[in-house]
């Protein structure tokens, strides 16, 4: 008999962890796949983009719940994902990261009896005023099967109580969704489009609620980019978060009408990683960013008090800074190295393989 698997997918950071761990398993004879789409990001260029271009089969399931309040959003996944989860009795469920999404579709298969494979366990910022913390706080409590990027996890999960035979270190399956497109990031050549060369730019992305969404603080980090872009051409894909709160606070102008600032649309991963893969340095509050910053070396400035990805600073080319800390930690990296060597451990784009093995073999034997 076939297992039958659902993938649930939702917001952005899904589509490109999902897709590696897709293929590893469409291929398999032992399972029939299902890909749950939630609609919690439903914009082309948030969603149908990235399942474009990594091949990910239109979704079996589109739930279509679009965006609200955390309530709204994760009551509205729930209640359209059980219907599914009933009909179908998943042999596993499948969910990834840290966003609504995870968590809701954790709670209905759980609330069933179904088995719940969590695909980047263990991450903790120590930070419960993010809505993320609290995702993977309840989705790792819950999980039968908790698959992790990095020793910290494995670490994270025993300290709250994990048994470690329900723990898996896979590595990290964003460096396969990098090494699965790598020909095509470096046959893709964007700086023409912006009038920028090789490393003479810096990619910034924030769209976190605890950088956009207070006006004080978004005052302060429009000025810290327009300190940046003295220095050097920013080019700065814009998430609908982050442009509406520009709006909202009146600041969006003062970006868009900088001579040394390129506004631009959210990117396609491609596109995206084609133009970080060629900057001189990112200044960002992504979790994804973080790690393939570290993967190729290039220098990270991440605007945050905490990451759950520490391996990323003691192993990796990252770097927490602040508002305040922003300009000066600009300037050393201007001064220092244009690239940093680093590796960890497991991220070498087997991980779709070891996690594809690793559910084979639970199939086998009864986690519940
Ligand atoms: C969500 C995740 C976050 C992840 C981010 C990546 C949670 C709690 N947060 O945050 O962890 O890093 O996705 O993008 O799950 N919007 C659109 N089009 C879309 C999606 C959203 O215009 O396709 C707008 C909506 O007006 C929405 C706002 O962006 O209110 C924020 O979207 P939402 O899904 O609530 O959270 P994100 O900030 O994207």
Same mark, same amino acid.
Not at 101 to 116: H, P, Y
Not at 290 to 311: K, S, V
């Given at each position: 008999?076939?297992?039958?698997?659902?993938?649930?997918?939702?917001?952005?950071?899904?589509?490109?962890?999902?897709?590696?761990?897709? *293929?590893?398993?469409?291929?398999?004879?032992?399972?029939?796949?299902?890909?749950?789409?939630?609609?919690? *990001?439903?914009?082309?260029?948030?969603?149908?983009?990235?399942?474009?271009?990594?091949? @990910?089969?239109?979704? *079996?399931?589109?739930?279509?719940?679009?965006?609200?309040?955390?309530?709204?959003?994760?009551?509205?996944?729930?209640?359209?994902?059980?219907? =599914?989860?009933?009909?179908?009795?998943?042999?596993?469920?499948?969910?990834?990261?840290?966003?609504?999404?995870?968590?809701?579709?954790?709670?209905?298969?759980?609330?069933?009896?179904?088995?719940?494979?969590?695909?980047?366990?263990?991450?903790?910022?120590?930070?419960?005023?993010?809505?993320?913390?609290?995702?993977?706080?309840?989705?790792?409590?819950?999980? &039968?099967?908790?698959?992790?990027?990095?020793?910290?996890?494995?670490?994270?999960?025993?300290?709250?109580?994990?048994?470690?035979?329900?723990?898996?270190?896979?590595?990290?399956?964003? =460096? $396969?969704?990098?090494?699965?497109?790598?020909?095509?990031?470096?046959?893709?050549?964007?700086?023409?489009?912006?009038?920028?060369? $090789?490393?003479?730019?810096?990619?910034?992305?924030?769209?976190?609620?605890?950088?956009? &969404?207070?006006?004080?603080?978004?005052?302060? @980090?429009?000025?810290?980019?327009?300190?940046?872009?003295?220095?050097?051409?920013?080019?700065?894909?814009?998430?609908?978060?982050?442009?509406?709160?520009?709006?909202?606070?009146?600041?969006?102008?003062?970006?868009?009408?900088?001579?040394?600032?390129? #506004?631009?649309?959210?990117?396609?991963?491609? $596109?995206?990683?084609? @133009?970080?893969?060629?900057?001189?340095?990112?200044?960002? &509050?992504?979790?994804?960013?973080?790690?393939?910053?570290?993967?190729?070396?290039?220098?990270?400035?991440?605007?945050? $008090?905490?990451?759950?990805?520490?391996?990323?600073?003691?192993?990796?080319?990252?770097?927490?800074?602040?508002?305040?800390? #922003?300009?000066?930690?600009?300037?050393?990296?201007?001064?220092?190295?244009?690239?940093?060597?680093?590796?960890?451990?497991?991220?070498?784009?087997?991980?779709?393989?070891?996690?594809?093995?690793?559910? *084979?073999?639970?199939?086998?034997?009864?986690?519940?």
């Amino acid at each position: 008999m076939r297992s039958l698997v659902h993938i649930i997918v939702g917001a952005r950071p899904n589509f490109m962890k999902a897709a590696p761990l897709w *293929h590893a398993l469409s291929a398999a004879e032992w399972c029939d796949l299902r890909l749950v789409h939630t609609g919690q *990001h439903y914009s082309p260029e948030m969603s149908d983009v990235f399942l474009e271009e990594f091949r @990910l089969p239109k979704p *079996h399931y589109s739930l279509g719940v679009g965006s609200g309040s955390h309530a709204e959003q994760t009551a509205a996944v729930m209640v359209a994902y059980e219907k =599914i989860a009933v009909a179908e009795r998943p042999d596993w469920v499948v969910v990834i990261g840290d966003v609504n999404s995870t968590l809701a579709a954790t709670l209905v298969a759980k609330k069933l009896n179904l088995r719940v494979a969590h695909l980047e366990a263990g991450l903790r910022s120590f930070d419960r005023t993010m809505p993320e913390e609290i995702n993977r706080i309840v989705t790792d409590a819950l999980a &039968d099967l908790l698959w992790t990027p990095s020793v910290d996890g494995d670490e994270n999960l025993v300290r709250e109580g994990v048994s470690p035979e329900r723990i898996e270190r896979v590595g990290n399956v964003m =460096i $396969d969704a990098f090494e699965m497109m790598r020909l095509r990031i470096e046959a893709s050549n964007p700086l023409e489009k912006y009038g920028i060369a $090789d490393r003479k730019f810096a990619v910034v992305t924030l769209h976190r609620p605890s950088n956009v &969404d207070d006006p004080a603080r978004l005052l302060s @980090l429009v000025d810290g980019i327009l300190e940046i872009s003295k220095r050097l051409l920013v080019v700065m894909p814009v998430h609908p978060r982050t442009r509406q709160r520009l709006i909202t606070a009146g600041l969006i102008e003062r970006l868009s009408l900088d001579r040394n600032m390129r #506004l631009i649309e959210p990117l396609a991963y491609v $596109d995206f990683m084609a @133009l970080v893969t060629r900057a001189r340095f990112v200044v960002t &509050d992504s979790g994804g960013v973080q790690e393939e910053t570290t993967y190729l070396g290039i220098p990270c400035l991440t605007m945050r $008090d905490n990451t759950e990805r520490p391996i990323t600073i003691t192993e990796g080319s990252n770097l927490l800074i602040s508002d305040a800390s #922003l300009v000066s930690a600009v300037d050393d990296v201007l001064n220092g190295p244009e690239r940093k060597a680093g590796s960890v451990d497991l991220w070498d784009g087997r991980a779709a393989e070891r996690i594809a093995a690793s559910l *084979h073999r639970r199939s086998s034997c009864n986690l519940r």
